[in-house]
């Protein structure tokens, strides 16, 4: 039979900085911001060119596809929205960690 010892789980998970916190905070937000232009300029091209049909199911699919193509683009903007606000949320925990000198709780799993 052969010996299993078992192995510690302790990783060292890297140190939060702030200014990286920021910086991916201004690229999320770039990110975001550039997706909501892209949807505009998309919801704008698509209300400007009707759909000409005298089938009835072309226009319900093909109204349905656009919303769908504003909406998916839509998700993504506020996807990064969020990202940007939970990254300059954890810059500001991180920056209050530092001035408490507390350490982050590791996680258990």
């Not at 005298?54 to 993504?76: C, E, K, M, P, Q």
């Amino acid at each position: 039979m052969t010996n299993h010892t078992p192995k510690s789980n302790k990783t060292s998970t890297p140190k939060v900085n702030p200014l990286q916190c920021l910086t991916s905070a201004v690229m999320s937000g770039g990110l975001a911001t550039l997706t909501y232009l892209l949807m505009k300029s998309v919801a704008k091209t698509f209300a400007s060119k009707p759909i000409i049909s005298d089938n009835f199911l072309v226009v319900n699919i093909s109204g349905a596809v656009r919303t769908l193509v504003v909406g998916v683009i839509a998700f993504v903007a506020c996807i990064c929205a969020v990202v940007t606000l939970g990254l300059i949320a954890l810059a500001i925990q991180t920056i209050i960690n530092g001035f408490t000198n507390k350490e982050m709780p590791p996680n258990e799993g």
